[in-house]
Each structure stands twice: as structure tokens, then as C-alpha cells.
């Protein structure tokens, strides 16, 4: 079964500064997808950045990239000039093209989750 | 589009009750799935469904849990005999169909409470 794995319960980092959130998952499998979704206090959970499993280059949004190692199964984020509103539970998922059943699914399996404080 | 809701926001309940969520996804997504998520963990899949059918459920879900999309529109999530440890936040996402790397919208959840 995949998993994935954040090890970093809470980070910190200055405003402006540069912040990096670990995450790594064990998988068989070699097509799948890789999401970092921010959680902020009491609001809904929103998406960050993807990254496809086949595509080698890394993804960037704006200030936010992933550092994708495949075969280390890592899939770090970076967030560049941090900003109050970074401030937020961010979480790590998988999503596999496959069920144990073999048919197409579309869950995601999260991390535990990583708690960013930014301050000012 | 105001996005996915969930109704209620909030729901206190004693022990053995049951209860019932709802959810509204966005209009012209066909794809809905609930999850879990208990203080201090990610959120754990519970089921999902493409327009009425659904299409998957977690075998960690127990018997008293069940969840209907009549229609293929709103969903809801019932759980039956409710116990203290199905205390946990609900939530609901969407998204529409096509490839693996589409995004899932969520709603802001149902935190339940069984005393």
C-alpha cells in the first residue's frame, strides 16, 4: 500500500525568507501524481502545486516549487519570500492511477501534515 | 460558482444517534469524495463516487457509514449508531473528470462531536 510521510510536525520561518517542507512516500508504483495542499486555520483546504510522476522537471507556481526526486520517492516544497498568509497546515498526497482493485481511483493519501508559522 | 459547500458546519451529537451530512459539489464536476480527518492527521479517504455510482469505498469504513449520490448531484454522508471515535472533521471534495492530476476542490467540512 503507498504512504506518505512528513516528517517536520511544525516548521518556522521568517517573512520573506525562504521555507522547505519535506515529504517522502513509498510507492511500487511508476505512474502516479504528487499534491501539496495548504490547509489554513478553520478555512478549506486548497491546492498548492502538482507534479506528474513522468515529467522530470520540477513544478513551480509563482513562489512555490517542488524539488521532485523519484527515485529517492521525495517530493519536497519550497516556498520562496514567505508571507504572513503562508501561515498554514500544508500536507503532502498521492494519488495512484490505480485500486487494490486494479480499476481507476481517484483518492488521495495524505501526509500527517506539516504546521508553517511565518514570522513577521 | 461559490465552490463546494457542506451543510451542517458544525454537529454535536450523543453517542448512538445517527446523523446525516450533505454536500454540494461544484456544478459541473462528476466526481465527489468524502474523507476523514481527525485532529493532528491528514484527511483518510472514505468514498467516492462518479455521478451516482459509486465507485469506491474504503475497507477501513465500517458498516454503520454509508453515502448516496442520488442524481449525481449533492451527496450525503450518514452515519449510523454514532460512537465517540467517529469524532472527527468530514470533508467532502469534487472534481471533474479527465486525467489523474485534476485537482480536487474541497468543501470547509463538518466537524462532528459524539459525546
Known amino acids: 500500500a503507498q504512504t506518505v510521510t512528513q516528517s517536520q510536525p511544525e516548521m518556522s520561518v521568517q517573512e520573506a525568507e525562504t521555507v522547505t517542507l519535506s515529504c517522502t512516500y513509498d510507492?511500487?508504483?511508476?505512474?502516479?501524481?504528487l499534491f501539496w495542499y495548504k490547509q489554513p486555520p478553520s478555512r478549506q483546504m486548497i491546492l498548492v502545486i502538482r507534479?506528474?510522476?513522468?515529467?522530470?522537471q520540477n513544478a513551480t507556481e509563482n513562489r512555490f516549487s517542488v524539488n521532485f526526486q523519484k527515485a529517492a520517492k521525495s517530493f519536497s516544497l519550497k516556498i520562496s519570500d514567505s508571507q504572513l498568509g503562508d501561515a498554514a497546515m500544508y500536507f503532502c498526497a498521492y494519488r495512484s492511477p490505480r485500486s487494490f482493485y486494479g480499476g481507476a481511483t481517484n483518492k488521495l493519501i495524505f501526509g500527517t501534515g506539516t504546521l508553517l508559522a511565518v514570522q513577521p | 460558482d461559490t465552490g463546494v459547500s457542506q451543510d451542517p458546519r458544525h454537529k454535536i451529537t450523543k453517542r448512538g444517534q445517527n446523523v446525516t451530512f450533505r454536500c454540494d459539489p461544484i456544478s459541473e464536476h462528476n466526481r465527489l469524495y468524502w474523507y476523514r480527518q481527525t485532529l493532528g492527521q491528514g484527511p483518510e479517504f472514505l468514498t467516492y463516487f462518479q455521478n451516482e455510482a459509486q465507485l469506491e469505498k474504503s475497507r477501513l469504513l465500517s458498516d454503520r457509514f454509508s453515502a448516496e449520490r442520488p442524481k449525481g448531484s449533492f451527496s450525503t454522508l450518514e452515519i449510523q449508531r454514532t460512537e465517540q471515535g467517529d469524532s472527527a472533521m468530514y470533508l467532502c471534495?469534487?472534481?471533474?473528470?479527465?486525467?489523474?492530476?485534476?485537482?480536487?476542490?474541497f468543501g470547509p467540512g463538518t466537524r462532528l462531536t459524539v459525546l
Open positions: 507534479q506528474e510522476a513522468y515529467k522530470q
Open positions: 510507492t511500487s508504483e511508476s505512474d502516479y501524481y
Open positions: 471534495a469534487s472534481s471533474p473528470s479527465g486525467g489523474g492530476g485534476n485537482e480536487q476542490f
